[in-house]
């Protein structure tokens, strides 16, 4: 649109015609090094695809490639950090006493009339799963895990200028920001012209948010009315199997929404961002980035956020449980604690997501359009086959799918950088799966741009734009919500602060029974005790809390250990997040932006052009001399050597090495 | 040292000899509209102190002037906030229910023996005088203040962005990162060869931090050791005075020693970097100023954070007192909260170590510096005078000072910035002071530099270099130091959580009554009770801290209330730390880096620079056009224009554009 932009395209278009002519032996590289599964292990040749398809593309795939390898390390890490886990579960004290049937803690019921009191054994499996996740190890693991986005972030910055170095980009900056000259109605707009644009913008975006809630909302109601009912069954089978149903089907309608709603949120940001009229392309871009990401990063995570944050604590306590509409009781964690029901509800989410995208919305809709587009073409193309003439490359072209930008490439793996670095310290496998699925995304996404896409028009771009400074929030967002995860989701600081404050052998045994209060049977409200129990006369049921016992003077407040416990775990997240912020400060100070050989390589230039013009000045300086000395023959007396007059010039050296 | 910053100096001084013809005029507007405490209210002519001290004075002035002007509006909203403490200091309940005689406090003895039993409303004076510091507006004005910090940076970005562009200080950048070529020997030593040097550093640096520790611990000794012995002189007048006569000495010691060990710190800096042989110019400097400032900033601190976060957290309890030595008590705090106390070593350290450096190193030391050259220099002069010509301008520029370069001069200003930002919460009137000074600075910095100083090398600088850095990171700081100082130094929490959680009437009455603990006066130990008792028959006694009463099964531990309070301000921390950084983050994206004016400038610049290039462009193809004419009226039949050959031309537009 604007002229500097159409020269700046001339330019370019003029210096494709060099690279045109090697168009077919690059697509035929591409092809067979790049576009296919079996070279997984390979390095992608970058240099080629950013030939093939232009810089932006090229950046994408550097990044996705950096990105990958990068979670090689993290995966590795993950998978020790879960085999400790699996190696400690059977040495751990506090599961191995949920397991002991000896010690008898007799629980209250799970729901009202129809459940009966449960002995805590019983659930020992999910005490048992939940160590796998929930162990020393985990806070490491974030640690490590923060670190290692800024680190990631910090390689990317180096491979970035090394790219750019090479591919010569770092010209093109200033294009970007000033150059697009857009026409004058635009320009003149001013914020009375914008405010209607504005406010469909917020006003829609927090509706979206308003139905990403009522979706998770909605789910949550399905559990607590469906383990009710279910739980009502008379038939046992349905009973003993409430949990892992509701759960499991649960997380497939989150799944299922969330990938509906993905679809919908991409073309209502869209659309917003239409609304707005933006000054320029960059700008349109990034705007139309930001509000996709936003509605998408809300609605991947809200679920998520739910059982992290929120499930379990609004229950009540035995004799004073939170209803709602009147009849159904606030969904609880499960009893080996919320970090496994957030493990399960991640893991299901995070690879639904992948496979179902990877293979329905990357494979299979493309294939189908393809179809169907050959199918209305026929015709045309018998017509022409009458005419006997080998198909035109573009009507070949035309057969393939149109090539929609990056953003929903980008946004898919931001998203799953999300997965592994948000909540990772309640799954620490999740590196590895978006290591498994990114090997694979690699190679899919280079067989779709180089087989079944029309070649896209090649766009400059000096870096991944707004994708850097999102995947920086994320990163930054993500300490503070591991340090959350580890003290308020797991039982980490529970068992720090019995072991070190309560414990009388300074051993962890006796935990369970610290995490479990008392509660006489008799306080619970009329219609809500077991109808009919196997139990016997029991007079007094445990419940996971803390909080007094009914023979203390003020019964069921909140017991000194609970105070103490909330603010161990507050004290670790302070600690938490500012030892993570002060590392990654450290981290990112230490690696220089600019690697080295491309510093030494950018000395060596500058010498050279010092000494071409050292050269040049000798010369010039020998010539003035030799015409002084002819001169200074006739003229003599006048032998003034100007020999400042040379140095003015350089003045213009430092701009044209900058 | 290296060939390029030789040429570029080469250039400088090729340029210096078009502005030296305006040198006279310049010194004399300096000296008559900057040098002056008159023009105090006025804009500094930094342009004007660019050309004549070269850039990197011209850029301190710049930052000081932008740093004091920024100081008005906070030193406006800290006057609000101390006034609003004057205002409600009367009808604040906390302070009246300490100074209420009828409520009878009875207090456990301050020292062991010598002291008495006493009443707390004996302190009324300093719980009132803490309610002008400690309110709800400290809170509001420490977020302001952390907020005030990121707009300071943000502004001084802009600033610097604008004089560097109307300074046409953008082409340097590269100059100063690559171009120093250093002699071989430095570049080829090894990290074996650095390791003796490193060495020394870290544990020169370990040392010194030992001996402003040691100092900070000889104080409070001397406090602990000296109201000790005054408690126990005979005379009552001596006795009354302890607090106000320890407290004062103590502070002078502490602000003599901190100047004494600065003056010290400078030098061991130098000669510490001295020993690391830094590769370049830059870096020397750069190291320099890190040492320098990790030592004073830890001198100039280090007694104000033993007052804010340690003093009276390790005195035990009646009956469990810790002791030094012995025989000595560890200090509480004064009976009105810690918040004073860190009020008044702030303010007395700020206040005292700006004036003496002020006055004495920087007017009398140079002054006499001055005065023994004169009176050395007086022989020489009178011989000259016997020649009876008037002294040359070098012998005039020789009775000056030399120039010993900025980093003095910044480094006050940051430590300065310190005072300002780190415990802004404890003392509302520290901008005030912070400006008051600076104003008088600016003139005396401008004096010096005009009048007392050998006029100083100019050298080129694009920005200010690693101070930058150093506030960037004093800003993070600030956020968790005023956190922790509002949370844990105050009684803000304390009272809401009072108000909201455990007053019966949803007020502040009996908050007092709440904050103080009982003792059984039998349970202390033996030869602790007071020798002399004028209160008669106590058998308890009260003291400030959140611990059961003798009463209770488990005497004397922590309450639950503590570890409520404790929860309470581990959760301000995090809120109060997350809601600020994040409103820094959304200030440094709202104001964009660069100023608009700019923006457009370079936008007119680049479509003039691309209208001369159409021209010149359209100029040749006619030109062309005009040869092809002629030449085809020769040759008929090969009649091809080729405009596509204008278009590589552009190529190099791209980067002259930069």
């Not at 009375?192 to 504005?198: M, T």
């Not at 079944?452 to 919500?481: H, Q, T």
């Not at 139990?535 to 103490?564: L, M, N």
Request: charged share 20%; glycine share 6%; hydrophobic share 45%.
């Amino acid at each position: 649109s604007g002229i500097s932009t159409l020269i700046a395209k001339g330019v370019y278009d003029a210096a494709f015609l060099f690279m045109i002519a090697s168009f077919p032996v690059c697509f035929q590289v591409l092809h067979e090094e790049w576009a296919r599964y079996s070279a997984f292990y390979k390095y992608q040749p970058i240099d080629l695809v950013r030939k093939y398809f232009g810089e932006k593309i090229g950046l994408y795939f550097a990044w996705l490639g950096v990105y990958t390898q990068l979670l090689i390390p993290a995966s590795i890490v993950g998978i020790i950090v879960f085999g400790y886990g699996v190696a400690t579960v059977d040495t751990n004290i506090p599961s191995q006493e949920m397991c002991d049937e000896s010690l008898n803690f007799t629980m209250c019921p799970l729901c009202d009339g129809a459940c009966d009191f449960w002995h805590l054994s019983t659930a020992c499996g999910t005490a048992r799963a939940s160590h796998l996740f929930d162990n020393p190890a985990t806070v490491f693991f974030a640690i490590f895990m923060s670190l290692w986005a800024v680190l990631f972030l910090e390689h990317w910055k180096r491979r970035q200028i090394s790219l750019s170095f090479s591919w010569d980009l770092t010209g093109i900056e200033d294009d970007e920001v000033y150059s697009l000259f857009t026409s004058a109605a635009i320009e003149k707009l001013t914020w009375k012209d914008r405010l209607p644009g504005y406010c469909i913008n917020v006003s829609s975006i927090l509706f979206m948010f308003g139905l990403t809630f009522s979706a998770v909302l909605g789910v949550i109601i399905y559990r607590i009315t469906v383990s009710a009912l279910m739980a009502m069954s008379p038939d046992p089978e349905t009973k003993s199997n409430v949990r892992v149903t509701v759960t499991a089907t649960a997380v497939i309608i989150n799944l299922v929404v969330i990938l509906i709603l993905d679809e919908i949120y991409g073309a209502v940001a869209l659309w917003l961002t239409e609304l707005e009229i933006p000054k320029t392309e960059t700008n349109f871009e990034e705007r139309l980035i930001l509000k996709a990401f936003l509605l998408k990063f809300v609605n991947a995570y809200a679920p998520i956020f739910y059982v992290a944050f929120f499930k379990g604590r609004f229950a009540g306590r035995p004799g004073n449980y939170v209803y709602v509409f009147n009849d159904y009781r606030m969904e609880e964690c499960a009893p080996g604690g919320c970090l496994i029901e957030l493990c399960i509800q991640l893991s299901i989410i995070m690879l639904g997501k992948q496979l179902i995208q990877n293979n329905i919305f990357e494979i299979g809709i493309p294939k189908l359009k393809k179809l169907v587009r050959a199918i209305k073409d026929k015709g045309s193309t018998e017509a022409e086959i009458e005419d006997e003439r080998p198909p035109k490359q573009w009507n070949l072209d035309y057969a393939l799918a149109p090539f929609e930008g990056l953003t929903p490439e980008y946004m898919e793996m931001i998203i799953q950088f999300g997965f592994v670095s948000l909540f990772v310290a309640s799954f620490p496998l999740a590196p590895l799966f978006a290591l498994l699925n990114n090997v694979i995304e690699i190679r899919l996404d280079a067989k779709k741009f180089v087989t079944e896409l029309r070649r896209p028009v090649a766009v400059r771009a000096k870096d991944i734009g707004i994708w850097y400074n999102i995947l920086s929030g994320m990163g930054k967002f993500s300490v503070i919500i591991n340090a959350f995860v580890i003290s308020f989701t797991s039982d980490f600081i529970p068992r720090l602060v019995y072991q070190y404050m309560f414990s009388q052998t300074g051993t962890m045994h006796g935990f369970i029974d610290h995490t479990l209060s008392y509660f006489n049977v008799s306080n619970l409200k009329a219609g809500t005790a077991p109808l009919n129990s196997d139990h016997g006369d029991i007079t007094v049921c445990r419940y996971k809390d803390y909080r007094e016992p009914p023979w203390s003077s003020d019964a069921y407040t909140f017991s000194k250990q609970y105070w103490c416990v909330l603010a161990a775990r507050l004290a670790f997240v302070i600690l938490f997040q500012n030892l993570v912020m002060f590392l990654s400060l450290v981290v990112a100070w230490v690696i220089p932006d600019i690697p080295k050989t491309i510093v030494e390589q950018l000395k060596r230039e500058k010498k050279l052009l010092v000494d071409v013009f050292l050269r040049e000045e000798k010369e010039k300086f020998q010539l003035i001399q030799s015409l002084f000395s002819k001169d200074a023959s006739k003229h003599p007396g006048s032998h003034v050597i100007p020999q400042s007059q040379g140095a003015p010039l350089p003045g213009r050296y430092s701009t044209l090495g900058g």
